[in-house]
């Protein structure tokens, strides 16, 4: 049974950052695509990041490009979201998510796309 676990989410002022990781157990992590993805109240839920299973190509929603990083660490089964200049509209419950990926050169922006999924962990951005 495969189970992500995310943590550190919390509640920030506009410009301050803070770190997101999601720990996977079971299933081969060193062959899930990951991809982060956010859904603030009364909207549907976003792509934020994604990243491949080596760690060497990652994809970013326009609206954080510059601002967040996605990466992985294969032997500790888990990925960060870097998340700097925080803004108040990237409030939202951030979620982890994994599937398994039979190559390194197809992304995954889509929840659809996506086989296991975290709980989500809450950010407050204040302005």
């Known amino acids: 049974q495969v189970q992500l676990v995310e943590s550190g989410g919390g509640l920030v002022q506009a410009g301050d950052s803070l770190r997101l990781s999601c720990v996977v157990s079971?299933?081969?992590?060193?062959?899930?695509?990951m991809g982060w993805f956010r859904q603030a109240p009364g909207k549907e839920r976003e792509f934020v990041a994604t990243?491949?299973?080596?760690?060497?190509?990652?994809v970013y929603a326009d609206s954080v490009k510059g601002r967040f990083t996605v990466s992985r660490e294969n032997v500790k089964n888990t990925v960060y979201l870097q998340m700097n200049s925080l803004k108040p509209e990237d409030t939202a419950v951030y979620y982890c998510a994994a599937r398994w990926a039979y190559t390194s050169i197809v992304f995954y922006t889509t929840g659809a796309n996506y086989t296991y999924w975290g709980q989500g962990t809450q950010v407050t951005v204040s302005s």
């Open positions: 990243i491949i299973f080596s760690g060497e190509k990652t």
């Open positions: 079971g299933g081969q992590f060193n062959r899930y695509a």
